[in-house]
């Protein structure tokens, strides 16, 4: 098979969360761990930092990648999903894995990942365990998939644990209460494995104690500790949580025997998407009009960015909007604007949501706007019908994103 040989077959015969949602999610680790044995345990062959949370994890995890790179270490980093292409899941100081690779880990193990029915995410989590351990990197960091104590990523004993924040997301999974959200996220904390909170509520605050007390780890909320922000090239005024985040997650690396200077932490906040090709977090794809495409996708990230929104200058705003069918459209259609123009796609993934429903649901609630066939179409009307004073919003979904930029 040739590299997209491959990736069709990753993505068609395993049950892949991306497409089917909670059918792909595994309440059971037995078949990562069975792989890792497999594999001669890769995970036990490099450092790593283990990165959970509801919102913010992908950036957080990227300005980390980024800071450690400028301080010299190569630098293993594993995040889902990917925008364009698969290999963007596996990095190293930035740089995509091979097609080769790819082709090289299925062929090999395929026996193996047919015969123990292994995920897509199972079997890609592996891939990147063993590519880092091959590679020889200094320290990775790894991206939780979904959730934290189940999660397949969840094999690894970090040197640190870092959780940015709580929400509602993924419930039908992960639990209806922040308390059981928070309880499934705190399973990445590990025994005498120091742990960053990044933002302290009260519904969970008690939950990351206990399980750090468990665990006999020391626990640090960086939002109450963390006074001085520094910039990013990560624009949205949402960052700064990420920012206190890392800010305090490195004081505790540098604390356990990691070099990481002043200059290493400001140009690593300042070029993140060049060092690591992240994309798709408050993305400025366009002027005259200005448009801005995000990933965010639940009430609380979709808050942040409707707050931002508010702050830019514009005559109209126009929306482009699509989600999964597992979205909780109640608790995301209050935090949308009114005054906003809608364009409703469905993004091209088997669990996106058709946009005639989607339409609908936003009716209902005295939003507005027209459905489209698909997200470039819904795009492309967007631009038609925006002056050059207007800001058009593309978002709802990371595959709509994906889809755009």
């Not at 190569?74 to 894995?97: A, C, Q, W």
């Not at 079997?123 to 063993?130: K, P, S």
């Not at 959780?163 to 928070?182: C, F, P, R, S, V």
Request: aromatic share 8%; net charge negative.
């Amino acid at each position: 098979m040739n590299y997209q040989d491959t990736v069709n077959w990753m993505f068609q015969q395993l049950p892949m969360y991306q497409n089917k949602g909670n059918s792909a999610f595994k309440k059971d680790l037995t078949n990562t761990i069975n792989l890792a044995k497999h594999l001669n345990h890769p995970e036990d062959r490099f450092r790593s930092i283990h990165v959970g949370g509801t919102n913010g994890k992908g950036s957080t995890t990227h300005m980390l990648a980024s800071i450690l790179q400028e301080a010299g270490y190569k630098l293993g980093l594993y995040t889902s999903p990917h925008l364009k292409d698969f290999r963007e899941r596996i990095r190293i100081n930035g740089k995509v894995i091979t097609e080769q690779s790819v082709i090289n880990f299925i062929k090999r193990n395929k026996a193996f990942l047919e015969a123990n029915q292994l995920s897509f995410f199972e079997m890609t989590v592996g891939m990147a365990f063993e590519y880092f351990a091959n590679e020889e990197v200094d320290i990775a960091i790894i991206e939780v998939g979904l959730g934290g104590r189940l999660d397949s990523t969840n094999i690894i004993t970090p040197e640190l644990s870092v959780i940015t924040n709580i929400g509602y997301d993924h419930t039908q999974m992960l639990g209806h209460t922040l308390k059981e959200i928070a309880g499934e996220k705190a399973g990445i904390i590990k025994q005498n494995i120091p742990v960053v909170i990044g933002e302290t509520h009260s519904e969970t605050k008690t939950v990351f104690k206990t399980n750090a007390e468990e665990m006999h780890s020391e626990i640090y909320f960086a939002d109450q500790l963390i006074d001085t922000i520094l910039e990013s090239d990560l624009k949205g005024a949402y960052q700064i949580h990420n920012i206190k985040t890392v800010l305090q997650s490195v004081k505790v690396l540098k604390s356990i025997g990691f070099t990481i200077s002043e200059k290493n932490l400001e140009k690593g906040l300042l070029n993140v998407t060049t060092n690591t090709g992240l994309q798709g977090r408050w993305q400025i794809l366009g002027t005259e009009p200005k448009i801005i495409c995000d990933t965010a996708h639940n009430k609380e990230g979709l808050t942040s960015v409707m707050k931002q929104l508010k702050e830019e200058s514009f005559n109209q705003l126009h929306i482009v909007f699509g989600v999964v069918n597992d979205k909780d459209l109640d608790s995301i259609i209050p935090v949308l604007p009114v005054e906003a123009i809608y364009y409703f796609c469905k993004p091209d993934v088997q669990r996106g949501l058709d946009a005639e429903l989607l339409k609908n649901s936003f009716e209902k609630n005295k939003l507005f706007g027209k459905s489209y066939g698909s997200v470039v179409d819904a795009l492309t009307d967007a631009k038609s019908k925006a002056n050059k004073h207007d800001l058009i919003y593309v978002g709802g979904s990371t595959f709509v994103v994906a889809e755009i930029i």
